[in-house]
């Protein structure tokens, strides 16, 4: 399996309301990502995980809050968000000690916030 | 802190011809990779091809090829004998061996039939 399952593929909240995003990969890679990415503009990282503990947070606000409950999943729970952190969300895992690797990269959720 | 340039918001180029898509980086490192991805409408970001910083050789990966110049920090893709499936947002990307990924400013490669 050398994927990156990302569900769902779609996703419109109120801004009242609770979502999460699921990442799952069966590669045995220990470092997970979210990414932001707004159209026609590059990925922005969000969050890392190395062996299940969060290594990395840049500065995202609270209203996002990821959790890796295993090795192979990753969540991003999502509360009172506004408009304008619609996005595309994308997933991506790699191994830690081969940076010569390139991330694996899911299809990503569209988010659409009302 | 590394930054990524990517100087050509758009490119276009006929298909069967040839295109060199730029890219520059600025680090202080000397331990680094350097990738090109590909973003299709689909949106899944793929994996054209990487190198090694520390490696003088171009890599090169079927029509897809590298111009790697350390000194300069430049890092430019070639794609020879352009496709249709080839059209997509094409970022550069730096890593470092901390593991952390910077994302040039993409160029979006439109294929002309």
């Known amino acids: 399996d050398t994927e990156v399952t990302q569900t769902p593929k779609h996703l419109v909240m109120g801004m009242t309301n609770k979502k999460s995003l699921k990442c799952e990969q069966h590669m045995g890679h220990r470092a997970m990502y979210w990414y932001k990415q707004k159209a026609k503009k590059p990925p922005e990282l969000m969050f890392v995980?190395?062996?299940?503990?969060?290594?990395i947070n840049e500065s995202v606000p609270s209203r996002f809050s990821p959790e890796c409950p295993n090795s192979s999943l990753l969540n991003l729970h999502l509360h009172a968000l506004q408009p304008e952190d619609s996005a595309l969300y994308l997933c991506?895992?790699?191994?830690?000690?081969?940076?010569?690797?390139?991330?694996?990269f899911g299809s990503g959720t569209r988010l659409t916030v009302v | 802190a590394q930054t990524v340039t990517q100087s050509q918001p758009e490119m276009s180029v006929q298909e069967a011809e040839t295109v060199t898509l730029s890219c520059t980086y600025d680090t202080s490192e000397s331990d680094y990779y350097l990738f090109w991805y590909k973003q299709p409408p689909s949106r899944q970001m793929i994996l054209v091809i990487r190198?090694?910083?520390?490696?003088?050789q171009n890599a090169t990966e079927n029509r897809f090829s590298v111009n790697f110049q350390k000194a300069a920090k430049s890092f430019s893709l070639k794609i020879s004998d352009s496709q249709l499936g080839d059209a997509a947002m094409y970022f550069c990307?730096?890593?470092?061996?901390?593991?952390?990924?910077?994302f040039g400013t993409g160029t979006s490669l439109t294929v002309i039939p």
């Open positions: 995980y190395s062996y299940e503990k969060l290594s």
């Open positions: 990307a730096y890593r470092t061996p901390g593991n952390q990924f910077y």
């Open positions: 991506a895992s790699g191994p830690t000690s081969l940076a010569n690797y390139g991330y694996t």
């Open positions: 190198q090694e910083a520390y490696k003088q």
